[in-house]
């Protein structure tokens, strides 16, 4: 029995938002929302690392299916992987404290203890 895709990205009233704001994230961003890594947009689908786009907020879970707000570039397996859960989005461009050992002693009296 043949069950109709009813979701309204996908071929109902949201589809044609969706797809111009699909065009505008992929010549925008280019690191998967969930998992940090470089997105290589030469890979086609199915491959596991192609570019696909994320809700951040599910559509299962109340999510608007085109808002451009709601909507993140990902890699096919994270955003599979992902599945309808929610999960807090990640700033990947934010500078991390790089932690380096070259400001300890290079030696420690260790009788002094």
Known sequence: MYMPNLR?????TQRAQFNSNKKKIYA???VCGICGKRVDFSL???H????CIDHIIPI????????ISNLQLAHLCC????SDKLSP???FKA?????SNRLLPLTFDWKSL
């Open 60 to 67: 299962a879970r109340n999510g608007h299916p085109s808002d």
């Open 48 to 51: 596991p690392m192609s570019p």
């Open 28 to 30: 925008t961003q280019e």
């Open 95 to 99: 500078e991390t404290e790089v932690v």
């Open 8 to 12: 309204p990205d996908h071929n109902g």
């Open 44 to 46: 086609k689908f199915p």
């Open 79 to 82: 955003n599979r992987q992902k």
């Open 89 to 91: 989005k990640q700033d």
